[in-house]
């Protein structure tokens, strides 16, 4: 005998005697909670300095009080509520064939009131969602006109730089674009990332053909970025957040925020130029991200470019690497440069990706390893 269920049944008996085990009927729910939630305790305490994993399951996880005591990876394995739901729903009027439509509508009422009740992690989520603006709104404070008045003149120069570099392979719409965004405020620096988090959290809602609990996970992951641009809120405008720089080094100082701002600023600007028509990937599932992996990586090459040459930022480092790599790599298929740079700024998704792809290289193969590194 020595399985660790058998050796942690017998700290636990030892330590709090066998009542720690009595179910449900007995001594009621709560109490079973309370037990529940002494044992898992005690068995994480007990596994600590072992490399064991706990595997929780729904059940299980329904009589933990507080979601917060969880550790580690979150993996769903369920159906959904609304799953869940019409099972029982069904199941209920096999067993009661003479039940009224008041009576089903009763049942499926109680039945999803239990369910939200019962599941903690569900409703930890749900109460994640409902607070989600709030979380985003960080209370600290910065003096951001002085930081957008910086990055608007910023931008201006960045913007020139950007045509006179590329000026040539763009389209007359692109250059008088470009133009535009020279007479106008195309940055703006924001106190909190509160709209953005909202915008971001009905897109999610709104999506079609994903499951109530895969839209909890991702707005779960939502997070404020440090700047966007011009699509999230169809303005033209890059949006900058050093709230989001302030709720991780609170010392900063003005100075600094400028500074970290100012050396994404010119990928941001190439992001009004680089828009590659995207690929249909409907039929090509494997090739899931590749629409935003070029995009990044033709953006941030050309930043890079514009940085060395003009002696800006040497320490500049963006999470792109690999797209950068990849994209250089491919075009350097095409021997002229202005074929190449026609492509970068007028191309579509799949013509860059046909262009490049030879016999050596077949560049849907080469994505999808870039990808995945
Ligand atoms: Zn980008």
Do not use: W
């Amino acid at each position: 005998m020595g399985t660790i269920e058998y050796e942690l049944k017998q700290m636990l008996v030892k330590k709090y005697g066998s009542a720690l085990f009595e179910n449900i009927t007995k001594v009621g729910m709560n109490k079973v909670k309370e037990n529940f939630t002494i044992m898992y305790n005690e068995i994480l305490n007990y596994l600590s300095n072992s490399n064991k994993t706990i595997v929780l399951d729904v059940t299980q996880l329904r009589f933990i009080n507080d979601a917060k005591i969880i550790k580690g990876e979150f993996v769903a394995l369920r159906p959904s509520l609304q799953t869940c739901v019409s099972q029982s729903r069904e199941r209920f009027i096999q067993n009661n064939p003479q039940a009224t439509a008041e009576q089903i509508q009763e049942y499926t009422q109680k039945r999803t009131n239990i369910l939200h009740q019962l599941n903690p992690i569900m409703n930890e989520l749900l109460a994640q969602v409902d607070v989600l603006p709030d979380i985003k709104d960080s209370k600290v404070s910065f003096d951001n006109v002085a930081i957008q008045d910086f990055l608007l003149e910023n931008a201006r120069k960045y913007l020139e730089i950007i045509k006179n570099e590329y000026g040539t392979f763009m389209s007359s719409e692109q250059i008088q674009f470009l133009n535009q965004l020279l007479m106008t405020n195309c940055v703006e620096v924001n106190l909190n990332g509160k709209d953005y988090s909202l915008n971001q959290a009905n897109e999610i809602n709104d999506s079609p053909n994903i499951t109530s609990f895969e839209k909890l996970e991702e707005l779960r992951k939502l997070n404020v970025p440090l700047a966007h641009g011009g699509r999230v809120f169809a303005d033209n405008k890059i949006h900058f957040y050093p709230s989001v720089l302030l709720a991780a080094n609170p010392n900063l100082s003005t100075a600094e925020l400028k500074q970290k701002c100012d050396e994404v600023l010119i990928h941001e600007l190439l992001h009004f130029f680089i828009r590659p028509e995207s690929l249909d990937i409907t039929n090509m599932p494997e090739l899931k991200g590749i629409n935003n992996f070029t995009t990044e990586g033709l953006v941030d090459m050309c930043a890079r470019d514009i940085q060395q040459k003009y002696g800006l930022f040497s320490h500049y480092n963006s999470e792109y690497g690999s797209n950068v790599i990849f994209v250089r790599e491919a075009l350097s298929n095409i021997s002229s440069l202005s074929e190449r740079m026609q492509f970068v700024f007028n191309g579509s998704i799949e013509q860059i990706y046909q262009q490049t792809s030879t016999a050596m290289y077949n560049s849907y193969q080469q994505f999808i390893s870039a990808r995945d590194k």
